[in-house]
């Protein structure tokens, strides 16, 4: 028997994502410099070409989105990556790639904003632009690493994510993640789990590139393959022909979209929890705020202090079910993020449709600074002092 050959490396955030993206069979790559992102394009510019794939910096992030988007339609595994000024401009390609189904990976580095802001430093302030920035309803995956080794195995589920549901999908990492080094061992590659997209069954004269299997989502054809059919950003039937005056055709497509996410969120939903048991004050962090919330847990478990951890890893879909129930009999959630309180928002929004009575604190940092689990810790103390 031959052995399984994993890899023990010393890795940095964003190599890790370059492994990932590899391991995962990227063919393309379309970038523009950007810190703290730039090494991801960096090292793809050598290591993808070295496997017979492509990679093109474009004039900006504008053109970086739309060409994995059209990447995506002639059948490539198509990724960019970027941080929070280049994640704006990507926005209305962004809503174009989600209304015509075409799975693509977007990596978004967050960095202090708005604007240029703090360029080299960390942020959690763009949550929210991950699941809102472009207009109008749609469909996405974001995923949140905590570590390096979690940054591989996150880029891989983004691409498996994004092929099986034609969806973009954003894996939101920052800038502490990105360019934190940790050892790291990678599986050896016949233990990861590749997922490639549906092809149709039918012949190029049956096929409807919009008409859904019973998941929701519709087989995909490539423009190489010798099906034709007409690709639009406008609402469209299910022959893709653009149909612009009737609402039952609109609702039908944008309600489908959205729905193919809801109904596999089962498998879509990641998230980890420790000492929830019987944790009267929970701890809600995802990111690099999961390091420090650990620790703070840890020390106030050592006080008596029955605390315990929620982490989202898929930040979203939000996991509401998944929460609600950590929650349990907890009469507090403390929210550390690196922004004005963007996810604690939905953290209450939560608890008051799970039909809680916890209230939320929130332990903000708006100046691009790590929370320190001594912040945390002292306020897990001050919340139990107080009580409910």
């Known amino acids: 028997m031959t052995e399984k050959k994993e890899r023990v490396c010393l890795l940095q955030g964003n190599e890790a994502c370059v492994e990932g993206a590899l391991a995962a069979g990227v063919d393309l790559f379309a970038g523009y410099p950007i810190t703290p992102a730039t090494e991801i394009a960096e090292l793809l510019s050598q290591r993808l070409p070295e ?21 995506s339609l002639v059948g490539a595994k198509a990724m960019t ?28 580095v967050q960095r202090g904003g708005p604007s240029t802001g703090l360029a080299t430093l960390p942020a959690q302030a763009d949550v929210m632009q991950a699941r809102w920035g472009t207009h109008g309803d749609h469909p996405v995956i974001a995923l949140s ?3 390096v080794r979690e940054t591989f195995d996150l880029t891989i589920a983004a691409f498996n994510y994004a092929e099986k549901y034609r969806v973009p999908v954003i894996l939101l990492t920052d800038a502490s993640i990105a360019h934190l080094r940790e050892k790291t061992i990678l599986p050896a590659p016949e233990d990861i789990q590749i997922v490639n997209r549906k092809k149709p069954q039918v012949s190029p004269e049956e096929y409807q590139p ?5 998941d929701g989502v519709p087989p995909m054809a490539s423009f190489s393959e010798g099906y034709r059919y007409y690709v639009t950003g406008c609402v469209h039937n299910e022959k893709g022909s653009p149909v612009l005056m009737d609402p039952e055709v609109a609702s039908r497509l944008l309600t489908r979209l959205e729905d193919k996410i809801k109904r596999n969120r089962q498998d879509i939903i990641r998230y980890d929890t420790s000492h929830v048991d019987d944790a009267e004050i929970l701890v809600f962090a ?10 703070a847990v840890l020390k106030a478990r050592q006080e008596g202090i029955k605390a315990g951890l929620f982490r989202p890893i898929t930040i979203w879909p939000f996991p509401d079910e998944e929460f609600v129930q950590a929650l349990g009999q907890a009469h507090t959630v403390i929210v550390p993020e690196m922004n004005s309180g963007q996810y604690a928002g939905e953290v209450a929004r939560a608890v008051c449709d799970g039909g809680k009575q916890a209230r939320v604190v929130r ?25 409910k």
């Open 51 to 71: 496997r017979g794939g492509s990679f093109v910096q474009m004039e900006d992030e504008l053109a970086c989105m739309a060409a994995i988007t059209g990447a």
């Open 81 to 108: 990556a970027t941080s929070g000024p280049g994640f704006s401009l990507m926005q209305e390609n962004l809503g174009f790639a989600a209304m015509v189904e075409a799975p693509c990976v977007i990596v978004l």
């Open 145 to 147: 690493p905590a570590s």
């Open 210 to 214: 919009y008409a859904p299997d019973a």
């Open 286 to 295: 995802y990111g690099s705020i999961t390091r420090p919330a650990k620790e």
């Open 363 to 387: 332990l903000l940092e708006m100046g691009s600074r790590l929370i320190h689990s001594d912040e945390i810790t002292a306020k897990v103390r001050e919340v139990a002092r107080h009580g």
